[in-house]
């Protein structure tokens, strides 16, 4: 035994000689090394007679609601049930404690799913269950603010004079013109540790690349789906399309190499995704099309991730991977005793938003703008129905948008307007869904331009709106500002079906 291993055990302050003696005895017998440094105490890493690298990515666990006065000498035996440990990460208090939480990591994926399945909701004690569920390891951080005229090269190489260990960058063209990026960036880093010391090295703010200031975090992980799974999968993910591009020239390009193989097509913005009726055509389309052009822009195809069932241990549908195609939130269960923290919007990524109210708030708040303002109007359907339409003002730019589609439910139209708003600040949002189906187009009237003493509506004020809003276009109707002063409770607008 080593002595940094007898100093942290000696050193963990308040530890009574015989839980001392215990994690003596537990280092003594296994041959595992024992460090604390940085709040965490490690065991292993790597385990006696390792050889080689660490374990891939998928062989670590999370494991939550650990008493607090419980350590390795009770939790490893327990943990090893499952397979053997590289190493195991006790998350420690100054006072001695643990915080509530550990990660273990297994030589092999196979051990870590056993542990889940073994050891999730396993009871340590009696009466403390506790949490085990796969921990990501996240080597990827996301870079806001790159000049949007940069091409993937110029970033790649900027990011690799400033940090160590990168090995890719993902930069996505605007959805508006090609030849630029969206304005951020993703750097794929070597291991989680390169990425932590870039982005402790990057994130106070002060940091510029190409004399611009740079917004740095992680990114949200990409969703891991068994491969099992995979081989099931029958959808493709397509990428890079052109606004202007329609699902049936969709339909027609994948369906050239073999008619009638292709089973719908679902296209949102800039992207879709492309149902086949069989596997193996999904396949063969992949390899055809994958780079190719349409509508003059190339393409990127890949297989669409599904949502797994216990998608409330995985990440959600928003980020850089390759988009699965249902609603894939991301919950997680609140482990009693977890520490909790305030929390400013900056802090935030956008794939922690399902409302593009929100993000367009956050999209602000990012800039140092000052939070958008929201102004409603309404019109009279053909039907009578009462129709609603919000534009939105960005102080700080003195800019306005207005979408082209009115609403019979408010929420439905205030979610409308921040997404045509944050499409032509160029920032693309997808949420899990969009207000319900779209009425047919009125023939157009004489058009009346809103006033700018148009009345800011009262907030929240209704519950939640349901899916039946139907929207219809917008264009040369008659608009006049609204004032709220609908009753709580039903969320359709007055005579809204």
């Not at 090893?80 to 030589?107: D, Q």
């Not at 091409?151 to 090609?178: F, H, N, Q, W």
């Not at 709106?465 to 009753?487: D, S, W």
Request: charged share 25%.
């Amino acid at each position: 035994m080593d002595d940094d291993s007898l100093n942290s055990v000696h050193g963990s302050s308040r530890m009574d000689r015989p839980k001392e003696a215990a994690l003596l005895a537990l280092m003594e017998k296994s041959g595992y090394s024992m460090v604390q440094e940085n709040g965490q105490r490690k065991f292993g890493g790597p385990p006696p007679g390792w050889e080689g690298p660490p374990p891939p990515r998928g062989c670590e666990v999370f494991v939550g609601k650990i008493p607090r006065d419980m350590y390795e000498d009770e939790l490893v035996p327990v943990f090893e049930r499952a397979g053997r440990i590289y190493e195991f990460r006790l998350m420690m208090e100054f006072s001695g404690e643990n915080r509530g939480y550990a990660f273990v990591m297994y030589t092999t994926k196979e051990a870590a799913q056993r542990a889940i399945q073994l050891l999730d909701n396993f009871e340590i004690r009696p009466g403390k269950p506790i949490g085990v569920c796969v921990s990501l390891d996240n080597c990827r951080l996301f870079i806001g603010s790159v000049p949007k005229e940069k091409r993937k090269e110029e970033i790649l190489e900027e990011m690799r004079k400033v940090t160590e260990g990168v090995v890719d960058v993902i930069v996505y063209p605007s959805a508006t013109d090609k030849s630029k990026n969206r304005g951020f960036a993703f750097v794929e880093y070597e291991s989680h540790k390169a990425a932590a010391m870039a982005r402790r090295k990057l994130i106070p703010g002060t940091f510029q690349l190409w004399g611009h200031a740079i917004q740095v975090d992680w990114a949200e992980p990409e969703k891991d789906v068994d491969e099992e799974t995979m081989q099931r999968v029958r959808v493709l993910y397509v990428r890079n399309l052109m606004i202007s591009t329609t699902e049936d020239t969709i339909r027609r390009e994948f369906g050239k190499f073999k008619p009638g193989a292709v089973e719908r097509v679902k296209k949102l913005t800039d992207y879709a995704f492309v149902h086949f009726y069989r596997r193996g055509d999904a396949v063969d389309a992949l390899r055809a099309m994958n780079g190719k052009a349409i509508d003059g822009s190339a393409i990127e195809v890949t297989l669409a991730k599904p949502v797994s069932k216990d998608a409330g241990r995985r990440f959600g549908q928003r980020g850089h991977g390759r988009g699965p195609y249902g609603d894939g939130r991301c919950v997680y269960p609140f482990f009693p005793g977890s520490a909790l923290m305030p929390v400013s919007m900056q802090s935030l990524k956008p794939g922690q938003f399902c409302s593009a109210v929100t993000h367009l708030e956050y999209y602000c708040n990012k800039n140092n703008w000052a939070p958008p303002e929201y102004y409603l109007y309404s019109t009279s359907g053909q039907d009578g129905k009462l129709l609603l339409i919000y534009k939105v003002v960005i102080p700080s730019t003195r800019s306005s948008f207005m979408p082209d589609k009115v609403c019979t439910i408010l929420e439905d139209a205030k979610e409308v307007a921040a997404q045509n708003t944050l499409w032509s600040l160029d920032c693309t949002f997808h949420g899990p869904g969009s207000p319900a189906a779209c009425r047919p187009r009125r023939p157009p009237a004489p058009a009346c331009s809103p006033t700018a003493a148009a009345p800011a509506p009262t907030r929240d004020t209704l519950s939640p709106a349901p899916a039946a809003g139907r929207r219809q276009r917008a264009e040369g109707l008659h608009l006049q500002p609204v004032r709220l002063h609908l009753a709580p409770g039903p969320t359709a607008a007055a005579g809204g079906g």
